[in-house]
Nanobody, 115 residues
């Protein structure tokens, strides 16, 4: 059974940084891509960043230039480094894994940016 477990969320002041991590376990079919979504209260779930199995990355305009997504196949974990966090980054962050057979979600980790 495939499981995705996020960690690294929490409270941070504006301008601060967080590193989110998503640990994968279980065997999967061939992977297309993986990444992070976020959902703020009362809003839809939006894609933040993604990375393909080949290493190609994509970032939402809202985080471009201050975020880095990385996949460590040896562990395996998917990390999202976020810098210069602002109040609008407050949300629940979900990692996902997209394979040729199905899509998997983590349970989410809360990120709160406030002074």
């Amino acid at each position: 059974q495939v499981q995705l477990v996020e960690s690294g969320g929490g409270w941070v002041q504006p301008g601060g940084s967080l590193r989110l991590s998503c640990a994968f376990s279980g065997r999967t079919a061939s992977i297309n891509n993986m990444g992070w979504y976020r959902q703020a209260p009362g809003k839809q779930r939006d894609l933040v960043a993604s990375i393909t199995w080949g290493g190609g990355t994509m970032y939402a305009d809202s985080v471009k230039g201050r975020s880095i997504i990385q996949f460590d196949n040896a562990k395996p974990t998917l990390d999202l480094q976020m810098n210069n966090l602002q109040s609008e980054d407050t949300a629940v962050y979900y990692c996902y894994l997209d394979t040729i057979l199905r899509h998997y979600w983590g349970q989410g980790t809360q990120v709160t940016v406030s002074s």
